[in-house]
T-cell receptor
Framework: ETGVTQSPTHLIKTRGQQVTLRCSSQSGHNTVSWYQQALGQGPQFIFQYYREEENGRGNFPPRFSGLQFPNYSSELNVNALELDDSALYLC?????????????FGSGTQLSVL | AQRVTQPEKLLSVFKGAPVELKCNYSYSGSPELFWYVQYSRQRLQLLLRHISRESIKGFTADLNKGETSFHLKKPFAQEEDSAMYYCALSDPMNYGGSQGNLIFGKGTKLSVKP
């Protein structure tokens, strides 16, 4: 059983650029959630994907978008990067409908916007 | 507004001393409450959830709806308990039963000294 993997681990971008972060779900999971964790803060919910459709969104602007693929892997895209987008981005997968559904987190992608 | 508050950024205790990590929440529905832990150089992982009413690694947490609290307790702290602890809530009714939309507190860093 493989865990949640994220790539890349670190990324440096310039303000105004676009970025794509990737996440491979844990085997057998059908839901992916993305979180943004700024320094010194707890993770903040961005959105969740279930069966390739967005299934809920936190308080993030439309320039944050995502995709979930048939193999349940996922991408987080951020357009028009701003300095405040610098953060650790966490991906978590789960199996909706399973008794005691449990989130499994990846190690994250550290994004720095200069 | 939906909110999870962890009033202490840092809690330092000696080995063998009791530990209580405080968590208060503000939510109008019927949330589920969780404690997540992140040990040094490891991923964020679930420690326990209120509906399970279980003890994990000697930790327990009781949901007090009257005080809207979900404090984490352990009678005798161990050095290996040193970690970052996050309290979180979710409302599965809003997301088709999924636990993926967690609202996290800012976390408390527990340091257990020998």
């Amino acid at each position: 059983e493989t865990g949640v993997t994220q790539s890349p681990t670190h990324l440096i971008k310039t303000r105004g650029q676009q970025v794509t972060l990737r996440c491979s779900s844990q085997s057998g999971h059908n839901t992916v959630s993305w979180y943004q964790q700024a320094l010194g803060q707890g993770p903040q919910f961005i959105f969740q994907y279930y069966r390739e459709e967005e299934n809920g969104r936190g308080n993030f602007p439309p320039r944050f978008s995502g995709l979930q693929f048939p193999n349940y892997s996922s991408e987080l895209n951020v357009n028009a990067l701003e300095l405040d987008d610098s953060a650790l981005y966490l991906c978590a997968s789960s199996l909706v409908g399973a008794p005691g559904e449990k989130l499994f987190f990846g190690s994250g992608t550290q994004l720095s916007v200069l | 507004a939906q909110r999870v508050t962890q009033p202490e950024k840092l809690l330092s205790v000696f080995k063998g001393a009791p530990v209580e990590l405080k968590c208060n929440y503000s939510y109008s529905g019927s949330p589920e409450l969780f404690w997540y832990v992140q040990y040094s150089r490891q991923r964020l992982q679930l420690l326990l959830r209120h509906i399970s009413r279980e003890s994990i690694k000697g930790f327990t947490a009781d949901l007090n709806k009257g005080e809207t609290s979900f404090h984490l307790k352990k009678p005798f702290a161990q050095e290996e308990d040193s970690a970052m602890y996050y309290c979180a809530l979710s409302d599965p009714m809003n997301y088709g039963g999924s636990q993926g939309n967690l609202i996290f507190g800012k976390g408390t860093k527990l340091s257990v000294k020998p």
